[in-house]
């Protein structure tokens, strides 16, 4: 079975502080691709990364990162430096060839609150 | 348009009505998705089309919903005789090329969705 967790339900933080997204899926799929997305009050899916299952290199963007560990099944999301703009959900989603990569699971959200 | 139109943005609608949510995805974009999202859930898949072709429709939950995208641009996703259960935003997505055949060329682009009320 496809499934993303995000057990995270609610994080909270000062502006500054570094946040981890934790993300740990299950799927039987040898190749497949993660994804993370940020969904602001205004209720759009932002994209932020894609990541295959063959390419375990950590990936730096700014103020994020992204550590995949395949033998532990997770891909988390580190935000340093948070600012107040970083509040929103963020989901975390996986995609594979059971379901010829047209479907996204997505894990229920961590929902980020970055104070001033 | 510069990105996937949703609307209406907000519906509210009486149990047992039947309602029509049209989303405009990026013009030239191939694949269209339709989620159903919850409250404090993640999206969940209900179905995909290629073009005009409805490829996957495994997630819509009953024979109430229905989607349509006749000439391969605009989609309708229609539900009759809404239910309470049906009360969630829907959002609709969009990607350049398929999305199938072993790879993804591009990420999907999502709409604001449509936030539907059932009373």
């Known amino acids: 079975a496809q499934k993303v967790t995000q057990a995270q339900t609610e994080i909270s933080v000062v502006e500054k502080e570094d946040v981890t997204l934790d993300c740990v899926y299950e799927t039987r799929d040898t190749t497949y691709y993660l994804f993370w997305y940020k969904q602001p009050p205004s209720g759009e899916l932002v994209f932020l990364i894609r990541r295959n299952s063959f390419d375990e290199q950590n990936e730096i963007s700014g103020r994020y990162s992204w550590n995949f560990q395949k033998s532990t099944s997770s891909f988390n999301f580190t935000i340093t430096a948070s600012q107040v703009v970083d509040s929103a959900v963020y989901f975390c989603?996986?995609?594979?060839?059971?379901?010829?990569?047209?479907?996204?699971?997505f894990g229920s959200g961590t929902k980020l609150n970055v104070k001033p | 348009g510069a990105g996937v139109s949703q609307s209406p943005r907000y519906k509210v609608a009486k149990r047992g009505q039947d309602v029509a949510l049209r989303c405009d995805p990026i013009?030239?974009?191939?694949?269209l998705f339709w989620y159903q999202q919850a409250l404090g859930q993640g999206p969940e898949f209900l179905t995909y089309f290629q073009n005009e072709a409805q490829l996957d429709k495994s997630g819509l939950p009953s024979d109430r919903f229905f989607a349509e995208r006749p000439e391969g641009s605009v989609s309708t996703l229609k539900i009759q005789r809404t239910q309470q259960e049906d009360s969630a935003v829907y959002l609709c997505a969009s990607s350049l090329v398929s999305v199938g055949r072993g790879r993804i060329d591009t990420e999907a682009f999502f709409g604001q969705g449509t936030r539907l009320t059932v009373v």
């Open positions: 989603a996986l995609s594979g060839p059971t379901d010829n990569f047209n479907k996204f699971y």
């Open positions: 013009s030239g974009h191939v694949s």
